[in-house]
Every structure is written in C-alpha cells, then in structure tokens.
C-alpha cells in the first residue's frame, strides 16, 4: 500500500496512524519511504535531495530513483510481502510519474520502462492519493523545514503540474488509487483514510 | 575513446600516455575515469566499490552505474566534446557489459535498453582493450591495492568470465575496439597503444 501526494500534505503522519490503525487489526505491517528504505537507498536519497548537487539531469535523477528503488524493492519490500507482512510505503512509483513525468516533463514512456526493469510485476495493491492545492501544502512543509531540500526548493508551477499529475493517474487507475481530501484536519482525514482501509479489508475478508 | 580491460591490466597508465602522445601532437585532450568523473559520480563510485555495500543486486549495481554514466555523459563528455576535445577515457559502456553481463550474466538486452536510456547516440570512435589473463592482471592489482574494493574481490572465475565477454565485444567489433597483449611489458603495450593512436590520427587525417 503506498501513499502519495505533495510535500506537506501529512503523508508521513497518515502512513504512521494507518500502520497503526492497522495493527490494532491484528494485521502485521511494515512501513517505510522513497526515496530510502534501506542503508544504500538513503545515501542515494542523501545526494537526491542534497541542494549541492542543483544541477543533476533529468535521466541522471530518474536512474538514481530507479536504483534506490530497485535496491528497496529486492531487500526491503519483497522480503516482507514474502514473510506476509502488510507493506506500507510512503511515496513509490507514483511519486516519479509525478514528479519527473508532470513536475519535469520526463517522457511516462521512459518511466515505465524503468518501472519495469526495478520491480517488474510489482505495484501497490491500494494507494492513498492525499491531495491539497500547492499554495496550502507548501506553506505547511515550510513551517515544518527550515532548510528546504532540492524538490522544496521548487516553485509552485512545478508542484501544480505534480499535483495535476497524481489527479490523471488516479483518474485513469481509480481502483487503485483514492483520493482523499487533505485540506481538512488531521483527524477528518485520519477518518477518511481509514474508511478506504476499512473497505480493503472487508474486500480482502478479513 | 576509452581503455578497457580488468583490473590490473595498466588502463590508468595507458590514458596517462595516451594522452601525453595526443597532447604533443597539439591536440586539447581530457582525461576521465569511469563510474566517476563529475562529483555525483564520484560519490556513487564509492557506494558502488565499498565493500559495506556487499548486497548490492544486480539490477541495482546496473541503475547506479548507468546513473553515474549519464551524469558524466551529460556534465562532463557531451560538453568537452562539444568544445573539440578529445575525451580519453578509462572504462565505459564496454565495462558494464563485461562485468555485468559476462561476469555477473544480465541480460546483455537490459544492459542495452539502459545504455540507449543514459547515453543515447554516444559510441567510443575507438576502444583499446588491454589484454591479459586474470591470473596475471589481479596479482598486479593486487600488490597495488592493500584493500581490494567490492570488485577486486571477486574470484578467478567471475574475471575469466569479464575477459571473456570483452574478448566478444571485440570478435563483434574489431573496428572499434582494438586488442593489445597487456601481458607485455609497460613499453611495449605503450608502443603498441601509440600504433593505434598513430592510426587513427592517419585515418582522420591530422
């Protein structure tokens, strides 16, 4: 299960209440992040987000996602989904048709292709889209960070062309993909998220 | 133009040269080494070679090297080229195939599909593959190196297999890539590295 959205939407917040929510089910559940999630995925995630390296090209950052990912995919989420764990991920694929695809304008063909060669066969089952227009949640991920890293340091053109795309993803995938409101308080949304939880597990029979 | 061969067989010494040849024929010459080159690479170069990273996967190994490629295609070949530069440089796309795909097999397709991705339209003029039985060539790098990186510590076997695929890339393009008897004295591979040279510079007519 992933979530997505742009910064300052409360993604890692919703991703900790529904580990929890979750386990108050019973269910046995590990939560993790992109770019990240093992020892070599966070240094890439150190040099991705550092601001010292302003100028990486477009295909250089896709590679470098592509490789995290594909190191996070073989020895931190497979390896769960196999011991029957429930994978709870903050930002996946998504996050790079969004960002390098609608943010930067990278072609989706050379996306999923990469897609493809770092976990062929494997996609979220559910993903929590958590959207709020640009202006709302920047203005909250800059309270929260006072050193903005290299996709903060972003303007807010670049974050509506995100945000637009994570709308068409989820437009065209909507039984993946539920978009849940997050202008609202933390609790309406923490509610909203687990009613799609809710209907996943009475989906799934448990 | 780029230097190819396992470890040990001079390639560091033989650009060097090269070079110095080149230069006192009044052309602008840039010496470069791969993964590396620009700062980003450089620093997945040390991800890539540290031993702490023993579980790096292959799809993994291969995303990072072609992320390190393509910031160096892009920061540091495409504009000296573009300058009227010649660039020398020590390993490229020949490299990953040999150890990627011949020592570590996979799919020479893969390995294609991302070079097409990294660099596309981009091709060594000409590759000067230095030549010499494993046997030979780690006992040389291994009296150089007290502390042999992830690669150098791999067996006899996993560079017979990278010496094989080279001597394949050769057999498929012996235009390009032109062999040299690495086991011979540094004077004597300089030499005939310099007929090469001397070649080349005849067939372009300087």
């Known amino acids: 299960m992933t979530f997505e959205g742009i910064e300052g939407v409360g993604k890692s917040t919703q991703v900790a209440l529904a580990a929890e929510w979750l386990r108050g089910r019973g269910l046995d559940v590990l939560t993790t992040r992109e770019p990240g999630g093992t020892r070599l995925a966070e ?16 295909t250089t950052e896709l590679l470098l996602l592509f490789a995290a990912r594909a190191s996070h995919v073989a020895e931190r989420i497979v390896p769960a989904l ?3 764990q429930w994978v709870l991920c903050d930002r996946f694929t998504d996050a790079t048709r969004a960002y390098q695809g609608g943010g930067r304008g990278l072609p989706a063909a050379l996306i999923e292709q990469l897609a493809a060669i770092a976990h062929p066969g494997l996609s979220p089952d559910l993903t929590v889209l958590l959207d709020a227009p640009p202006e709302l949640a920047l203005a909250r991920a800059r309270i929260r960070s006072s ?11 670049f974050f509506a062309r995100v945000r637009a795309e994570y709308l068409a993803i989820a437009a065209r995938e909507p039984r993946r993909l539920r978009t849940v409101d997050a202008t ?3 609790e309406a949304v923490t509610r909203a998220v687990a009613a799609v939880l809710g209907a996943l597990l009475a989906a799934s029979g448990r």
């Open 43 to 58: 240094e890439l995630r150190r040099l991705l987000l550092d601001c010292d390296h302003e100028h990486i090209a477009g």
């Open 82 to 84: 196999e011991r029957g």
């Open 147 to 157: 050193h903005p890293d290299r996709f903060e340091q972003e303007d807010l053109g």
């Open 184 to 186: 609202a308080g933390v």
